[in-house]
């Protein structure tokens, strides 16, 4: 199963692959109750498996998503059913928009869409304010939810030293322009892999909380998007990506952030360095899937995504002196 986790969001440009049209947006609109359309723009965004278009109608704007290929739908049932019982926690988040027998998809152009109240959203930015981010991953983590869908490799098994070594070599060969960056952190991925813990108690969680959604609207209110990958994790583990991700090289700021969610409520602790193996296990996967997908790209524009999602990945690095000193900051709370 493909995950597409802290991908870049990107402007629409050549490469983009089109499904929909915006002659669609009329069977958009009538299928979930829009009122009458009057234009369909997009891709306004895409990701590793999808992208969403922004229509308009009388009634407002909305968010239509579709994959590239098919998704697994219990899946994302589930991630449907944890955004709903999160919202009515008092989680922010985009209102999903069901419709008129009360489901939340369609099948368009042979994929599933789906359609959910559109957000004016600011910029990826990991220095959000720090306590609001606290509160709102506090809040989370204690919404009443048994869900169903279960651990899953990508956040839970680092990728180890043979295959670091592979995609390194082939990434070599075949000219990759990131390959002697990505060479040069080997020996810490390694080192970084051999922390990896099995997770302990496990609730639902989101398994996205990276800076791409997780945004401050433009009245500068929070909102979380993007809930498809929800599933089992450590809620510890899982509130360590967001000390790394939200805190980087601050320790003010990570003690903020904890100190919120502690405030808050929130069930997780972070008091280990194995705390962060959620952490090295998504990053390692998206830095592997990255070059992966730049190795079997097929055109010039799909290869210059690769790279530019792998970027990420290599330039602003998860190392373990970051690690020590974001558990310094949290250690005396």
Not at 22 to 43: C, E
Not at 68 to 92: C, H, I, K, R, S
Request: glycine share 8%.
């Amino acid at each position: 199963m493909v995950r597409r986790l802290r991908r870049p969001e990107k402007e629409p440009t050549a490469y983009t692959r089109a499904m929909l049209c915006a002659a669609d947006a009329s069977r958009v609109a009538v299928a979930f109750d829009l009122g009458v359309p009057r234009s369909m723009t997009g891709p306004v965004a895409r990701g590793v498996i999808g992208q969403v278009w922004r229509p308009e109608t009388e009634r407002g704007s909305w968010a239509v998503k579709e994959w590239f290929e098919t998704p697994d739908m219990d899946e994302l049932d589930e991630g449907v059913a944890f955004q709903a019982a999160a919202m009515a926690a008092g989680v922010p988040a985009p209102a999903v928009i069901r419709t008129s027998d009360g489901g939340w998809a369609i099948e368009l152009a042979g994929a599933p869409v789906r359609v959910q109240r559109w957000v004016d959203l600011g910029d990826r930015d990991p220095s959000l304010d720090a306590d609001s981010v606290g509160r709102l991953v506090g809040a989370l983590h204690q919404v009443p939810f048994e869900g169903t869908q279960p651990l899953h490799e990508w956040y839970t098994e680092p990728i180890g030293a043979a295959r670091w070594d592979a995609l390194i070599a082939a990434s070599r060969v075949a000219g990759a322009p990131f390959a002697e960056r990505f060479a040069a952190r080997r020996h810490e991925l390694v080192a970084l892999d051999a922390i990896v813990q099995p997770p302990g108690a496990v609730r639902t969680c989101h398994r996205d909380l990276w800076s791409d959604n997780l945004r401050a609207s433009v009245d500068g209110e929070l909102c979380l998007i993007d809930w498809e990958n929800c599933g089992l994790a450590d809620a510890s583990m899982e509130l360590a990506v967001v000390v790394w991700e939200f805190g980087r090289t601050d320790p003010a700021r990570a003690r903020a952030l904890y100190a919120a969610y502690l405030d808050t409520g929130g069930p997780g602790r972070v008091h280990g360095e194995s705390d962060f193996s959620m952490l090295i296990a998504q990053l390692g996967h998206i830095g592997a899937r990255a070059c992966s997908d730049w190795l079997s790209a097929e055109s010039e524009d799909d290869r210059t995504f690769s790279a530019s999602w792998f970027g990420e990945f290599v330039d602003d690095p998860h190392t373990a002196d970051q690690l020590t000193m974001l558990l310094d900051a949290v250690a005396s709370q």
